[in-house]
Nanobody, 123 residues
């Protein structure tokens, strides 16, 4: 069983930056593809970014491409989402998601989910 814990959310002004972290409970996290999703109030959960288990493939939603960067540090069993040039429409709860040998491509998500971290961007 893989447990995921997100951190790094908070309140930031438009144009600012945040870095989200997703820490896994297993030392084999390097074998897991990981995605970030977000859900704004009244909206469906949507794919934000993904990274393959090898780290060689990264994928982004059109709305965040060029502003967000996903990366991983296998030594720390952690995946990051660096968010720059934040906009009020980025306000949402951000969730980490992982699946074994996952590719990270956009999709409905793998087996394991974190509890989420709130990101609020003020205008």
């Amino acid at each position: 069983q893989v447990q995921l814990g997100e951190s790094g959310g908070g309140l930031v002004q438009a144009g600012g930056s945040l870095r989200l972290s997703c820490a896994a409970s297993v030392r084999t996290f390097s074998s897991y593809g990981t995605r970030w999703f977000r859900q704004a109030p009244g909206k469906e959960r949507e794919f934000v970014a993904g990274i393959s288990w090898t780290g060689s493939g990264t994928y982004y939603a059109a709305s965040v491409k060029g502003r967000f960067t996903i990366s991983r540090n296998n030594a720390k069993n952690t995946v990051y989402l660096q968010m720059n040039s934040l906009k009020p429409e980025d306000t949402a709860v951000y969730y980490c998601n992982a699946d074994l040998y996952g590719t990270g491509v956009p999709g409905t998500g793998g087996n394991y989910w974190g509890q989420g971290t709130q990101v609020t961007v003020s205008s």
